[in-house]
């Protein structure tokens, strides 16, 4: 199975490219390098009677961007390898691969997107803030497709619409009680420009999940109202908020999803801390509700040289018999890379 979806991104990948191999390209590789510290790095509920434990690892990244971009089109390629390594854990040693590519045609009011994804990582990864009920390090394979248009109504009014497909396949899941899942959804969006500081958009999701082995199917209905606003030149503010409904033969759910964005941008530096609440699919076969808050520092030593700071924290909730899983990780780097044509 993971085979098709590697040569269905490629093939995806491929026909997307296919017009623009003759005109330039540019490429930017990047490295970068960090430490990072996990609570609770298994995933365990916090509730079972299993040890949660924290720990420290070394990681690293290399990545390289692909670019073409034309009057009217564009097209990004994107590979990236991740590596972490446990000093005192070894079993939790990872390599990830993960494939982007991002594509763009623009007419003069409309415009029309499609990304896809490929991911060969670990469930120690994937499933953190969604799933994070695996307790265990088990490989993970993953294609996401999504596409829409969005048209320039006005000059204030802006409609969108995406559709969204996800595969997800686990291997060698053992009595891990993880199960191979679709998730599909379909993702409406308005946007008004009520001032030259202030936009305001409503946002209508639904999703489904389908779990072929149990004959399950779970839906999500997500309607948020949203507010972006520009402080000053320096600060920006971003809220969204709604109301979350899920119904599935396990039972039917109704809560409250929602974030809150505070972003400082200068010339050299970022900072920034969100607070969301969101569902998603699980690798358990169902719905779950996830809470988590982050702080992120991005900083520009030079040119080509950067530092990044972040610090993470999440509960999820399984839907509907909630089980919760808290995790912690704190991540500091630096790396850097250049930019070349072709």
Not at 25 to 36: D, E, I, K, L
Not at 71 to 80: D, F, H, I, Q, Y
């Given at each position: 199975m993971r085979h098709r979806i590697l040569w269905a991104a490629i093939v995806m990948a491929c026909a997307v490219a296919a017009p623009a191999f003759a005109a330039p390209?540019?490429?930017?590789?990047?490295?970068?390098?960090?430490?990072?510290y996990d609570y609770n790095p298994v995933l365990v509920p916090t509730n079972s009677f299993a040890f949660v434990g924290n720990t420290a690892d070394l990681n690293a990244e290399l990545s390289g961007k692909l670019d073409h971009q034309t009057?009217?089109?564009?097209?990004?390629?994107?590979?990236?390898l991740d590596f972490n390594y446990f000093p005192s854990h070894a079993f939790l040693d990872q390599d990830n691969q993960y494939l982007d590519v991002a594509a763009n045609y623009n007419f003069d009011r409309t415009s029309w997107t499609a990304t896809s994804q490929l991911a060969h990582d670990t469930t120690l990864i994937s499933e953190v803030g969604t799933t994070a009920l695996t307790a265990g390090d088990r490989r993970?394979?993953?294609?996401?497709?999504?596409?829409?248009?969005?048209?320039?109504l006005t000059e204030l009014v802006t409609l969108a619409l995406q559709g969204a497909f996800q595969r997800v396949v686990y291997q060698n899941v053992g009595e891990s009680g993880l199960i191979d899942y679709n998730y599909a959804g379909l993702n409406g969006v308005a946007s008004y420009q009520a001032t030259e500081k202030a936009k305001l958009g409503l946002n209508v999701a639904v999703n489904r999940l389908f779990v072929s082995a149990d004959d399950l199917v779970t839906t999500s209905y997500q309607p948020t109202v949203s507010l972006d606003y520009q402080l000053n030149e320096l600060w920006k503010t971003s809220l969204a908020a709604g109301p979350a409904y899920v119904t599935s033969s396990l039972g039917r759910y109704t809560g409250f999803a929602g974030s809150a964005l505070l972003q400082r941008t200068a010339q050299l530096y970022t900072l920034s801390a969100k607070l969301t609440r969101n569902v998603a699919p699980t690798g358990q076969g169902v719905l779950t509700t996830q809470d988590q808050i982050g702080l992120y520092a991005f900083r520009s030593l030079t040119e080509r040289l950067t530092m990044t700071f972040t610090a993470f924290y999440g509960q999820t909730r399984e839907l509907p018999t909630n089980p919760v899983v808290e995790i912690i990780t704190v991540t500091g780097g630096g790396g850097g890379g250049g930019g070349g044509g072709g």
């Open positions: 390209w540019t490429f930017a590789p990047t490295a970068q390098a960090g430490a990072q009057g009217r089109a564009g097209l990004t390629v994107t590979p990236r993970h394979d993953s294609a996401s497709f999504t596409a829409g248009p969005s048209y320039q």
